[in-house]
């Protein structure tokens, strides 16, 4: 693939390819790319700038490795030398948790996004791998929670979609226990897609989302905002229905009744049938 820079940004690398991936990279290696505030809100431009462009179908989302003491990561969660009162400050000092937005950001988005793990995927960083579409990880993955050690936890997609994805038993262990898993045992039990040697994990990813884009666009779409709607509530159910508007605003009956208020005259439906 050849990859193109897509912006300037302090804490990520955002690419973009001629075949329709992005890719976007954590670039905090010495932290284990740990995000604040700033890294955050870098992610989530980029991750607006990709919903926007049409000819983008697949995400690659990473962390730049390995750090220079040789160490891979994917991303260890928030950065803990800039918590605060009440979150994550930001260069004025406000506290955030925009980890949530990006969060929702990377559901809602209708396109296909495949993270790739390598190394530390810890904390706030692992509820980002979870919440991608698919997860790739290298063999030498390490996939875990640190909240209740660090005096922190994530109540939200972090409890409930974890346990929907690896079951009640084991995210209760991962919560409570706060251990590390490898890439062998995060496969076994339902976390990650596959498990790849580390320097072939970009290619692997490639490799799924060139498949990917092989198929309709608007099936997949469809089929997130619909696994969405199997979890997020009414606001996964939104998604969908927002996939049925879409669709409908194409026919000539939508048509019809936007073109009758516009021209002031009654809507004429005797044309569409009431199928079964
Ligand atoms: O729970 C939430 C949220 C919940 C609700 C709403 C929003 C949330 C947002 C975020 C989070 C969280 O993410 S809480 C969990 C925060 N993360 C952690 O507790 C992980 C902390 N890191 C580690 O456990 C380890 O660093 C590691 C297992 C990932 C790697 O260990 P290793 O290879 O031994 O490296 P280490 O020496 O610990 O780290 C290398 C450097 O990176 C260290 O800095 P240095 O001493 O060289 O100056 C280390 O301090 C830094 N670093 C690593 N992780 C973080 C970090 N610095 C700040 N924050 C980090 N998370």
Redesign the pocket.
């Known amino acids: 693939v050849n990859w193109k820079t897509w912006g300037k940004y302090e804490d990520i690398f955002l690419d973009r390819s001629e075949e329709g991936i992005a890719r976007v990279a954590i670039n905090r290696p010495?932290?284990?790319n740990?995000?604040r505030p700033l890294t955050v809100s870098e992610l989530c431009d980029a991750f607006i700038k990709i919903r926007d462009d049409t000819s983008i179908g697949v995400v690659l989302f990473t962390g730049v490795s390995p750090?220079k003491?040789g160490?891979f990561?994917f991303c260890?969660?928030?950065?803990?030398?800039?918590?605060g009162e009440g979150?994550?400050l930001d260069e004025e000092g406000l506290p955030r948790?925009n980890?949530?937005d990006l969060q929702r950001l990377i559901r809602s988005i209708p396109k296909v996004v495949i993270a790739l793990v390598s190394g530390?995927a810890?904390?706030?960083?692992q509820?980002l791998h979870l919440l991608c579409d698919l997860s790739l990880a290298a063999d030498n993955a390490?996939f875990?929670?640190?909240?209740p050690?660090?005096g922190?936890?994530?109540?939200?997609f972090?409890a409930g979609y974890l346990a929907r994805v690896v079951g009640q038993r084991k995210a209760r262990e991962i919560w409570f226990l706060c251990r590390?898993y490898g890439a062998q045992e995060a496969l076994h039990f339902g976390l990650i897609n596959s498990i790849t040697p580390v320097e072939q994990l970009e290619a692997e990813g490639v490799k799924w989302a060139k498949e990917i884009l092989e198929n309709s666009p608007t099936a997949i779409r469809c089929m997130k905002a619909a696994f969405n709607a199997e979890t997020d509530g009414l606001a996964g159910i939104q998604e969908l229905a927002g996939q049925a508007t879409h669709l409908f605003y194409r026919t000539t009956e939508a048509k019809e009744g936007k073109n009758a208020f516009l021209q002031k005259r009654k809507p004429d439906f005797s044309d569409f049938d009431w199928l079964p």
């Open positions: 010495e932290r284990r740990a995000f750090a003491d160490v990561s260890a969660g928030g950065d803990q030398s800039v918590r979150g994550y948790l980890v949530l530390y810890i904390g706030g960083g509820v390490v875990g929670q640190t909240g050690r660090v922190s936890f994530d109540a939200g972090g590390k």
